[in-house]
């Protein structure tokens, strides 16, 4: 899969790091949930950034799980690239 080794070039460690540490997160999962909406804002958002921050509010951290978000993800071509606490660092695939 050399788009695979690709991908991972252009996202080095440190930037994910930097990233994760200085930039605030893009989309907030609230009491709303993973719906079209959502799905629609963080699609545009991923053709004008390349990589945003989603965090998961308090409200719904018990509702919503990881796989959940990777499930929803997969319907755009996105994925998860690293993942502190309750925030997330998506990219597209």
């Known amino acids: 899969m050399s788009s695979e080794k690709e991908f991972r070039r252009k996202l080095e460690r440190r930037d994910v790091n930097r990233i994760m540490s200085t930039e605030k997160a893009v989309i907030r999962i609230g009491v709303k949930g993973l719906t079209e909406g959502l799905l629609n804002e963080i699609k545009r958002q991923l053709n004008a ?18 796989e959940d978000l990777k499930e929803f993800l997969r319907k755009i071509n996105a994925r998860i690239i690293s993942r502190r606490g309750y925030v997330y660092l998506v990219a597209k695939t």
């Open 49 to 66: 950034r390349g990589v945003i921050k989603i965090r998961v509010l308090k409200s719904v951290r018990e509702k919503i799980t990881e």
